[in-house]
């Protein structure tokens, strides 16, 4: 067994250290997200990097990609709230308008069909080798997933209270195919997930209206 694959065992059942440390982190970034720190993406980048390592030895190579591209994400987030905040700014954190949230909806739409075709084309996801129809749903939802955790994070970026909507979604997704795919951590942590991001929600929402512009970035 190679580093990548080392782990323990839990009732039976192995537990990669690369999935475990990489949802702590991934938890943390939630938490962090929540005070509005900039420590939220080089946590969420950490988190990615450990978790890509995690999918490719699973062999959920769908799930590898949303990491890679959570990770060029967070590179993206740090630099757009560092943007946002600069000469002491405050991180101007708004719902989003109806013309974007209806085309994030559409992109979220339209995105996971065109990522599902792709990774039934190509065998990218685990489910293409699965007959069908369980292997069509298998493979729709693990594009689903990579779609909306990539929006649900572009919107992070952006200090867009929905986000915390579109995890939502996303998390509903995530719980059961995680869990069916042997990824018994990454299970668990999505449904922490939909409590937290919940939580994050009411959070943001709150302190927007009571501000009606937005709060500080907390360093």
């Known amino acids: 067994m190679n580093w990548a694959e080392a782990g323990f065992a839990v009732f039976g059942t192995h537990v990669l250290w690369t999935d475990l440390v990489g949802n702590i982190a991934a938890l943390a970034t939630v938490l962090l997200a929540m005070r ?97 129809p369980e292997g069509a749903f298998l493979v729709a939802a693990d594009a689903y997933i990579f779609v909306g955790s990539a929006i649900a994070t572009w919107a992070q970026g952006r200090a867009l209270v929905d986000f915390w909507i579109i995890w939502v979604a996303v998390d509903l997704v995530g719980v059961p195919l995680a869990f069916s795919s042997g990824l018994v951590v990454s299970g668990a942590v999505y449904g922490v997930f939909l409590v937290l991001v919940l939580i994050g929600f009411a959070k943001w929402l709150r302190e927007y209206r009571a501000t009606g512009v937005g709060v500080a970035v907390a360093q």
């Not at 950490?46 to 490719?56: C, D, H, M, N």
């Not at 959920?60 to 757009?80: D, E, P, S, V």
């Open 36 to 132: 509005k720190s900039m420590w939220t993406w080089p946590v969420q980048f950490t988190g990615a990097v450990l978790l890509f390592i995690a999918s490719i030895s699973a062999h959920i190579t769908g799930n590898a990609l949303k990491q890679a591209l959570f990770a060029g994400l967070a590179i993206y987030g740090w630099w757009a709230w560092r943007r946002g905040t600069q000469g002491g700014k405050q991180l101007a954190i708004r719902p989003a308008a109806m013309g974007e949230r209806l085309t994030l909806i559409g992109v979220m739409l339209l995105g996971t069909v065109v990522i599902a075709l792709l990774f039934y084309a190509t065998g990218l996801s685990w489910g293409a080798s699965v007959p069908l």
